[in-house]
């Protein structure tokens, strides 16, 4: 979702009035297609028993295990006939109106470009990597197909209600590092988890942070970090039940009700909380000294 501190104020150069770019597929680099290659091999082998079966499938029905960069074109084609997205470049992170527009109307919005060899286990900025491994095969899924679509929509809405950063972190602790149950077990499922090879053991395996049971007030008003591993992890029971609460709930009294409560700090658990793992916060307390 896009931060407004990275956002231009109209579309660069060669972009379209909704900021969309040509790919540009055949300019990239041998370089750039193996950088794919190496972020694709490690964390394929990674995530068999550790990702939700809905992003394993998605991963193979799209055939992104193919070499190199994945053609949107190809992607979209395959996408459009299961669940009616496709994929678009974009320059960058972009305004919320442009982000929210496009995936109401199914459309992705993706970075054309590729981090660097020596950029593997970290980039502030999202790439091809992160958007097309991370989200895409999601994507392939109907239910969380139609989440994300409906959470566009609801996008649409809160321009004009001042909610747009209770949304931002609804998005954040489900469709970039949300978890999931699945047959008694968790599963990753968000992006910035499953395109990253140390979160990928860290949120499942490490005893530092939180797993909460998801409640949608309760993630609406929780802090985030971007700069570093999660300390609270939101557990969806499943994706048929987030989109229903998604479409069942209305959002404008709950916005309001929300406004007159405290932000949640980071890793902080609260009465109605349901824990599934009180983590021991030691990765936080080691990086903070």
């Given at each position: 979702m896009a931060q407004d501190t990275h956002v231009l104020a109209a579309p660069p150069e060669g972009a379209g009035a909704d900021w969309t770019i040509p790919q540009g597929w055949d300019r990239y680099t041998a370089?750039?297609?193996?950088?794919?290659?190496?972020?694709f091999a490690r964390q394929s082998k990674l995530l068999p028993g550790r990702a939700s079966e809905a992003y394993l499938r998605g991963l193979d029905v799209l055939?992104?295990?193919r070499p190199g960069i994945p053609d949107f074109e190809e992607l979209s084609d395959r996408l459009m006939k299961l669940t009616g997205w496709q994929v678009v470049a974009v320059p960058g992170l972009v305004p919320d109106d442009v982000f929210f527009d496009h995936m109401a109307n199914r459309r992705f919005v993706a970075g054309n470009f590729i981090r660097r060899p020596d950029q593997l286990d970290y980039l502030q900025e999202p790439d091809v990597f992160h958007d097309v491994f991370g989200h895409v095969p999601m994507l392939a899924d109907p239910v969380f197909a139609d989440y994300l679509a409906a959470y566009g929509r609801g996008g649409q809405r809160a321009l004009g209600m001042d909610a747009l950063k209770y949304l931002g972190r609804l998005y954040w602790y489900t469709v970039e590092f949300g978890l999931v149950r699945e047959d008694g077990d968790l599963r990753i499922y968000g992006a910035?988890?499953?395109s990253s090879y140390s979160e990928s053991r860290f949120a499942l395996e490490d005893p530092s942070p939180n797993r909460i049971g998801f409640d949608l007030a309760r993630v609406m008003r929780t802090e985030y970090r971007i700069d570093d591993f999660q300390q609270n992890y939101f557990v969806i029971p499943s994706y048929e039940e987030l989109l229903r609460t998604t479409l069942e709930t209305d959002f404008a009294p709950l916005y309001e009700e929300i406004k007159a409560l405290p932000d949640?700090?980071?890793a902080e658990i609260v009465p109605g909380?349901?824990?599934?793992?009180?983590g021991t916060q030691d990765y936080a307390k080691?990086?903070?000294g």
């Open positions: 370089e750039e297609h193996a950088t794919w290659d190496t972020l055939k992104l295990s910035g988890i499953v949640i700090p980071v909380d349901e824990v599934v793992t009180r080691a990086k903070l």
